[in-house]
């Protein structure tokens, strides 16, 4: 069945069952059923459907943009990308007389500012910012965190890696992926006390993990905001 609202069309299974009220639900593919009493009337549907829209809406496209893999990026004005988890609209400013290539905060958006206008340029330098900032955000919630531990980190290092957040050597050097940048401030959170963590327990043990759950109660949680969301936190 298909319903439209707000300028938006839906396609959702409506299934009776003996149960007492109205469900809706989405399966991982972003595929939505209502599961409703036998007898229910169509209006009482269409109710519940709007007065959950927005969430329905965003909780579809986002299965389904999962499924769909990495977004590719085209670089043009007003093109969204992520920064502490929030969706700020890139502004292109091309002007050759400037020394350097460079990202700017300001006005709601990521001003990007190149010498040439070449979406490599562009990429290169939403990287470096990315870089810089993941740098001297998890630098800052390091120095809130250390007082919790007896151990000290070596080092902090940025990263490009395709398989980790966050890594902890036996040397106490601690390294986090650039794209940290683009996650919530308590998700970023979560990955700098792991890793500290790991300055102490370095396997993923019990201990570990309560050491973890003592400072970050909901950290799973955190995890599975990045699960649902690695694949929107791209260049």
Not at 144 to 161: C, G, L, P, Y
Request: aromatic letters at 10%; hydrophobic letters at 30%; glycine letters at 6%.
């Amino acid at each position: 069945m298909n319903h439209t609202y707000s300028g938006e069309t839906i396609h959702y299974d409506l299934k009776y069952k003996n149960r007492k009220s109205i469900g809706i639900y989405i399966d991982s593919y972003g595929h939505i059923e209502v599961h409703a009493p036998k007898g229910t009337k169509d209006e009482s549907v269409i109710r519940l459907l709007e007065d959950h829209w927005d969430r329905i809406m965003l909780k579809s496209k986002e299965l389904k943009g999962r499924l769909n893999g990495p977004q590719v990026k085209s670089y043009q004005h007003g093109e969204p990308f992520l920064y502490l988890g929030e969706s700020f609209p890139i502004e292109v400013h091309h002007n050759p007389e400037i020394s350097r290539d460079h990202v700017t905060l300001g006005e709601g958006r990521i001003n990007i500012h190149v010498k040439e206008q070449d979406e490599e340029r562009i990429k290169q330098a939403l990287k470096r910012f990315y870089y810089r900032e993941c740098k001297s955000l998890v630098e800052k919630r390091i120095s809130i965190h250390q007082e919790k531990f007896k151990a000290k980190h070596r080092s902090v290092r940025i990263s490009d890696s395709q398989t980790t957040w966050g890594t902890c050597d036996g040397r106490r050097q601690l390294t986090f992926n650039w794209k940290l940048a683009m996650a919530p401030q308590d998700v970023i959170d979560y990955v700098v006390v792991h890793e500290m963590c790991h300055m102490i327990h370095l396997n993923h043990d019990r201990s570990f993990w309560r050491l973890v759950g003592k400072f970050v109660p909901d950290y799973k949680e955190k995890e599975q905001w990045l699960a649902r969301s690695s694949w929107k936190m791209t260049l």
